[in-house]
């Protein structure tokens, strides 16, 4: 059995059971307290019976610039999935699904036209979950996972941008079947 419910500072230090997949970026402290500060909705744990902090979601509501609306990569006021995790014991319980689907209620009431997040390629798990929640890959992204400033040799590694669209986009004009054949460079996205 999962309890769920909105995030407390006191929760950065039971984490880490969570963030151990390689899968899961970790962040500075400053950054999960930003998300805090402006999104405390969108920022839920769920703990097990012994209060184990056992997945977590974070997200966000925004839009692009004002100077970017002109742009073709302007995206409108939508919902962003920054990070999601499940432990592994408590993973194929469905959190991860009550977790998102939180968040895109919270989209709905927000008004917002879409859910995005951004997955590594090479996790098929992740994508088989999304796509099974009704998302699709918009575009792929190069080169958006990686250190680009300091090393240009190392790794890099491709990821899509999926999405599923909110009861706002009554004509699904934010989302797309075939997105693998769209591309951008890391650095048309914000």
């Known amino acids: 059995m999962a309890n769920f419910r909105r995030f407390q500072p006191s929760d950065l230090n039971r984490l ?3 963030n151990l997949d390689r899968y899961t970026e970790t962040y500075e402290l400053s950054f999960y307290f930003q998300y805090f500060a402006k999104w405390p909705a969108l920022f839920q744990v769920a703990e097990d019976d012994s209060g184990n902090i056992i997945g977590y979601i974070m997200g966000k ?6 100077e970017y609306r002109i742009s073709e990569h302007y995206l409108p006021w939508h919902a962003h999935i920054t990070a999601i995790t499940i432990a592994p014991e408590a993973r194929r319980l ?3 699904r ?14 917002a036209w879409f859910v995005d997040l951004f997955v590594r390629v090479t996790n098929d798990k992740a ?3 999304y796509k099974n929640m009704g998302y699709s890959v918009f575009r792929v992204v190069k080169d958006y996972y990686g250190d680009h400033s300091t090393d240009p040799s190392k790794d890099s590694e491709d990821a899509y941008d999926m999405r599923k669209a909110m009861k706002r986009d009554v004509k699904r004009e934010h989302v797309r079947d075939d997105g ?6 890391n650095y048309e996205v914000w």
């Open 127 to 129: 994508i088989a979950f």
């Open 94 to 96: 469905g959190i991860g």
């Open 180 to 185: 693998e054949k769209h591309e951008v460079q």
């Open 98 to 111: 009550l977790l998102t689907e939180q968040l895109e209620a919270a989209a709905d009431a927000n008004d």
């Open 61 to 66: 509501l925004e839009s692009s610039p004002d």
């Open 16 to 18: 880490a059971k969570c």
